[in-house]
């Protein structure tokens, strides 16, 4: 029976195991694109806009107008007729139809398909903030994993140590207070551990919302993202000016704002209304033309027109801001990326150090060589040094992600 629960629980962790879905950063922007929640509410706007064009598109509608009138004194209506007879009415059918002039509807077309490409711009735009806190939530998975590994591999070094001081207690090599300082430590390991893991399924649970992912995953360890050695930051700098979505869209602002200027200046022409009109009156039909048009003296759009005018201001300098701020943050993350890059290749050295410390003080601890303490130290100054070295590598990595965020290069990789 016992052999039977083994094998089972070994299939059921087997099946947990291939349907946890590994992800690099590339893959996890990948679904985060088609997945996002966030993202699939902001897809509306576009579908809004282009609806926009659909309208300004239309054409004004044919206005029918229709009177009647009939004599209300029945001394005055023909003789032996009555009141609802045609001889004692007069009866106006007429229609006509608005008329936009100057290019009125061209300009509205025209600002219709820029804002269209502007949605389309803002929503690029916003995909780069989704996928920006992608990454950063797949590097605090990443980080709170090597947590947790860091910590099950001390205490599988303290676990080891625990087994051995009880052998050389039987013995009588040791002392029972070196087999305590041993177990106590070994208790701390199991508390952080246990903390270490609840994190790490924390910040999965909020990877998977940002994926739009009901399904378990787990990043990647074996991701070669960050093995690429960005470009100098000259280059960045001048495809970031150029290329970042909110440099593009703060672009074709400043076109969304000339041709609004166009539009506001075609409403300052009056729209006329013409037609054609049929009127009976008293059987006697008549035809004729209608016309009308307001005389412009007090309103020639002139409000309008300004604003226009003052939104295509803003909109020059808010290009010259944005690309002034893409400049600034790209030179800044570029230089914290190399200085992190330089220190993760300097602590690597130290990393193995520390093993080679730790097995050597291990070993002369269980030939007699060394006392408990130094023992201690020893596995202390290890963990130390590894969590510093992830640390070190945590923060280069998160300095290349706030580059690729930097310069846009961000959006290509989640193509």
Not at 170 to 178: F, Q, Y
Not at 254 to 275: C, H, L, W
Not at 315 to 325: D, K
Not at 380 to 399: G, I, P
Request: proline share 2%.
């Amino acid at each position: 029976m016992k052999s039977i629960v083994i094998v089972l629980f070994c299939i059921l962790s087997l099946g947990q195991t291939y349907a946890q879905k590994l992800l690099t950063l590339k893959e996890s922007l990948q679904l985060a694109k088609k997945n996002n929640p966030d993202l699939k509410v902001a897809s509306y706007n576009i579908n809004s806009a282009e609806a926009d064009i659909t309208t300004a598109k239309i054409r004004p509608d044919p206005i029918f107008n229709m009177q009647l009138l009939h004599i209300a004194d029945r001394n005055r209506r023909a003789e032996g007729s009555s009141w609802g007879n045609s001889v004692n009415g007069q009866y106006w059918w007429q229609v006509t139809k608005p008329l936009q002039v100057a290019g009125q509807r061209t300009n509205k077309v025209d600002l219709a398909n820029k804002l269209f490409t502007q949605s389309k711009l803002d929503y690029t735009e916003n995909s780069r903030g989704i996928f920006y806190a992608v990454a950063n939530k797949w590097l605090d998975a990443w980080s709170a994993k090597i947590g947790l590994d860091i910590l099950e591999k001390g205490k599988t070094n303290i676990d080891s140590l625990v087994q051995i001081n009880e052998y050389r207690l039987r013995n009588k090599v040791i002392t029972n207070t070196d087999l305590q300082r041993t177990r106590l430590l070994q208790q701390q390991y199991q508390r952080d551990i246990v903390t270490a893991r609840q994190s790490y399924f924390n910040e999965l649970q909020n990877l998977k919302y940002l994926l739009g992912l009901t399904d378990s995953v787990s990043v990647d360890f074996s991701d070669g993202t960050f093995n690429t050695i960005l470009t100098a930051g000259d280059s960045l700098v001048e495809m970031g000016t150029h290329e970042r979505s909110d440099v593009l869209a703060a672009k074709n602002a400043i076109d969304v704002s000339n041709t609004n200027m166009k539009m506001q200046r075609s409403f300052a022409y009056p729209q006329p209304e013409v037609g054609g009109m049929y009127n009976p009156q008293n059987n006697v039909p008549y035809f004729g033309f209608y016309g009308t048009v307001s005389i412009p003296i007090f309103n020639r759009n002139q409000g309008m027109r300004e604003k226009a005018q003052v939104l295509k201001y803003q909109s020059e300098q808010n290009l010259w801001a944005t690309e002034r701020q893409a400049e600034t943050e790209i030179m800044t993350a570029y230089r914290s990326y190399v200085t992190q890059r330089q220190n993760l290749e300097d602590y690597q050295r130290n990393l193995a150090e520390a093993d080679n410390i730790l097995n050597s003080v291990r070993y002369s601890y269980v030939k007699g060589g060394t006392s408990i303490i130094d023992l201690l130290e020893a596995q202390r100054s290890w963990l130390d040094t590894q969590q510093r070295y992830y640390s070190t590598m945590e923060n280069f990595r998160r300095s290349y992600i706030q580059l690729l965020f930097a310069t846009g290069i961000i959006n290509q990789l989640a193509e």
